[in-house]
């Protein structure tokens, strides 16, 4: 029985609405009539519609229909000018308090966007241009009396009105007045000196005056350039401990095997450490005196047999040799030598064979490295002369558009 009853609830909803549907369709509603398309206000410019138009073609199309704003009646844009004018004065002041008392730029509009006109001024130009620029510095301190012409246009109507103003000169500050008195004042000791040079005055109205061109280099950044160059000086000082130290490394590394290889030579003929460590040391030096150069690995040798000889022990001496060296190569050798040094020189000879063989295979390794960094560099210089080959190539190509 309820679903009975709800079902005739339901069909008699359905019922209703194509009822509803019919009404509406008899009375014309959902039907906008193209006669009664409703124009923009005025200034709005034109508005275009979207309507579906049935009988144009076989079947109902949608087109845009253009609609242009609404013009205003002779008497509408007559009541409309008048109303505009009445409002006029007030939106033109800009600063200024009234049109009775002119001393700023004014605001002339040119156009009254609420009621879509156009407002097109005429002015004398000395005193006020067509922008609403004020020209009062000359104007007389009670008032220069100005006329402003509006032709108010909202497209198919035109009226002209006039408008009058009173001009002052505009307020100065104290400085304003300060700097206009010393112009004058300058003016009349240019006219008075004549000559090839003007000489500008010391002082004006009990005030000492220096002068300085505004254009010149000023001098407070000159404590700044020294800033810089202690900076820079400090920075240089930097780079050259850094590159000092790195060329010694390489020095040292490059030196290594034959350091290694001498001391086994001199190991092999049967010397004990230290005689070999001197006679490396005393060959170092017979070569500096024949005009050979000085060499990092070998100084410090000599400075440890200089140790020795002042009776440091000889496996301290050693130990600073390492350490002042910095590298692990000769590291490795002094403890080596110290070691070896206790415990007698049995297998010595073959532990610095080995030591010479890896350093030759290091040297060689190091060697390849500072091959490959050298080639690297070249790559820039590499392209810069490809770059400009490229340019002598494409500049005809490019000069001849």
């Given at each position: 029985?309820?679903k009975n009853r709800k079902r005739k609830i339901q069909l008699g909803?359905?019922?209703?609405?194509?009822?509803?549907?019919?009404?509406?369709?008899?009375?014309?509603?959902?039907?906008?009539?193209?006669?009664?398309?409703?124009?923009?206000?005025?200034?709005?410019?034109?508005?275009?519609?979207?309507?579906?138009?049935?009988?144009?073609?076989?079947?109902?199309?949608?087109?845009?229909?253009?609609?242009?704003?609404?013009?205003?009646?002779?008497?509408?844009?007559?009541?409309?000018?008048?109303?505009?004018?009445?409002?006029?004065?007030?939106?033109?002041?800009?600063?200024?308090?009234?049109?009775?008392?002119?001393?700023?730029?004014?605001?002339?509009?040119?156009?009254?966007?609420?009621?879509?006109?156009?407002?097109?001024?005429?002015?004398?130009?000395?005193?006020?241009?067509?922008?609403?620029?004020?020209?009062?510095?000359?104007?007389?301190?009670?008032?220069?009396?100005?006329?402003?012409?509006?032709?108010?246009?909202?497209?198919?109507?035109?009226?002209?009105?006039?408008?009058?103003?009173?001009?002052?000169?505009?307020?100065?500050?104290?400085?304003?007045?300060?700097?206009?008195?010393?112009?004058?004042?300058?003016?009349?000791?240019?006219?008075?000196?004549?000559?090839?040079?003007?000489?500008?005055?010391?002082?004006?109205?009990?005030?000492?005056?220096?002068?300085?061109?505004?254009?010149?280099?000023?001098?407070?950044?000159?404590?700044?350039?020294?800033?810089?160059?202690?900076?820079?000086?400090e920075t240089e000082e930097k780079e050259q401990k850094k590159r000092?130290?790195?060329?010694?490394?390489?020095?040292?590394?490059r030196d290594y095997p034959e350091v290694v290889s001498k001391l086994?030579?001199?190991?092999?003929?049967?010397?004990?450490?230290?005689?070999?460590?001197?006679?490396?040391?005393?060959?170092?030096?017979?070569?500096?005196?024949?005009?050979?150069?000085?060499?990092?690995?070998?100084?410090?040798?000599?400075?440890?047999?200089?140790?020795?000889?002042?009776?440091?022990?000889?496996?301290?001496?050693?130990?600073?040799?390492?350490?002042?060296?910095?590298?692990?190569?000769?590291?490795?050798?002094?403890?080596?030598?110290?070691?070896?040094?206790?415990?007698?020189?049995?297998?010595?000879?073959?532990?610095?064979?080995?030591?010479?063989?890896?350093?030759?295979?290091?040297?060689?390794?190091?060697?390849?490295?500072?091959?490959?960094?050298?080639?690297?560099?070249?790559?820039?210089?590499?392209?810069?002369?490809?770059?400009?080959?490229?340019?002598?190539?494409?500049?005809?190509?490019?000069?001849?558009?």
């Open positions: 029985m309820e909803c359905v019922l209703g609405g194509f009822l509803l549907y019919g009404a509406a369709a008899a009375a014309g509603l959902g039907r906008e009539d193209a006669g009664v398309v409703e124009r923009e206000p005025h200034g709005e410019g034109t508005a275009v519609h979207r309507l579906a138009v049935d009988g144009l073609l076989e079947k109902e199309t949608e087109i845009d229909v253009p609609v242009n704003e609404r013009l205003y009646t002779d008497s509408e844009a007559e009541e409309l000018f008048e109303r505009i004018w009445e409002e006029l004065p007030g939106m033109i002041l800009g600063e200024n308090p009234s049109l009775s008392s002119v001393r700023t730029d004014l605001n002339l509009l040119s156009r009254v966007d609420e009621y879509g006109v156009e407002i097109r001024w005429k002015t004398d130009g000395e005193w006020i241009d067509s922008f609403g620029k004020v020209y009062g510095e000359k104007a007389s301190p009670e008032g220069e009396e100005v006329w402003l012409e509006a032709e108010l246009s909202d497209g198919s109507h035109q009226a002209a009105y006039e408008l009058a103003l009173t001009l002052f000169p505009p307020v100065k500050t104290a400085g304003e007045q300060t700097v206009e008195r010393f112009l004058e004042e300058v003016r009349r000791e240019d006219e008075a000196q004549g000559g090839e040079k003007f000489v500008l005055p010391d002082s004006f109205e009990g005030r000492k005056l220096t002068y300085r061109d505004p254009e010149g280099k000023p001098l407070w950044a000159l404590p700044f350039f020294g800033i810089l160059a202690a900076a820079f000086c000092s130290r790195e060329r010694r490394e390489r020095e040292l590394l086994a030579v001199f190991l092999g003929a049967g010397l004990t450490v230290r005689g070999a460590w001197e006679r490396v040391v005393r060959s170092y030096e017979k070569g500096l005196s024949e005009g050979g150069k000085k060499r990092y690995a070998y100084e410090e040798m000599r400075q440890a047999l200089e140790q020795m000889e002042k009776k440091v022990p000889e496996g301290k001496a050693y130990q600073e040799f390492g350490k002042s060296c910095g590298l692990h190569p000769y590291l490795k050798l002094a403890g080596l030598l110290e070691q070896n040094r206790r415990e007698g020189t049995k297998n010595l000879r073959a532990m610095m064979r080995l030591e010479m063989a890896s350093a030759f295979e290091e040297r060689k390794t190091l060697a390849r490295r500072q091959g490959e960094e050298a080639g690297t560099k070249l790559l820039l210089p590499l392209f810069l002369m490809l770059g400009v080959v490229m340019a002598m190539v494409m500049a005809p190509a490019l000069l001849s558009f």
